[in-house]
């Protein structure tokens, strides 16, 4: 996987994203199968925006 560049949000854009990132999770779990690879970036994003908040 190659490096994606990072950059400062809000905390409201931040919350946004994170619902998106989670309702994406809720949609492609039904297909796991598919989109196996997906879930697993997904779930990984999730993980460093909670880390990321107990931070701040």
């Not at 490096?3 to 994406?24: A, D, G, N, P, Q």
């Not at 796991?32 to 690879?37: D, I, Q």
Request: charged share 45%; proline share 2%; aromatic share 10%.
């Amino acid at each position: 996987m190659k490096k994606i560049e990072t950059f400062e949000v809000s905390r409201e854009e931040m919350e946004t994203i994170k619902s998106c990132l989670l309702y994406c999770r809720h949609r492609i779990e039904k297909h796991k199968k598919y989109y196996k690879p997906h879930l697993k970036y997904i779930k990984k994003m999730l993980k460093e925006m909670e880390e990321y908040e107990k931070k701040t």
